[in-house]
């Protein structure tokens, strides 16, 4: 009884942790930038994106000349998929 209740608190300890490192993450990222999909240039929230994506949150904090830009091109992706994910 007692083993699943340290389970249960590591688990909800966690949550909130991971919770909160996306918050503080999205919060050092703000403004907007540009994700080139194909021949689009779509304009996105990064701090939105970041906090749902820890792909796009490494991503716009790189240190990359496409951080230096605010132009993150992404391959493999059909923009219009891209713009049914956002």
């Keep these: 009884s ?3 209740t340290s389970i249960k608190m590591t688990l909800v ?3 909130y942790w991971n919770a909160w490192n996306h918050i503080a993450t999205a919060l050092e990222i703000a403004g907007t930038a540009i994700v080139c999909v194909e021949e689009a240039e ?3 929230n990064a701090a939105y994106l970041s906090n749902w994506s ?3 949150c490494a991503y716009f904090k790189s ?3 496409e951080a230096k830009n605010c132009k993150f ?3 493999d992706c059909a923009s ?3 713009r049914e994910l956002l």
Aim: aromatic share 20%; glycine share 10%.
């Design 73 to 75: 091109p992404v391959q």
């Design 13 to 15: 300890v966690r949550i």
């Design 54 to 56: 820890e792909f796009f």
């Design 80 to 82: 219009a998929n891209f």
């Design 63 to 65: 240190d990359m000349e």
């Design 2 to 4: 007692g083993g699943w």
């Design 42 to 44: 779509i304009v996105v």
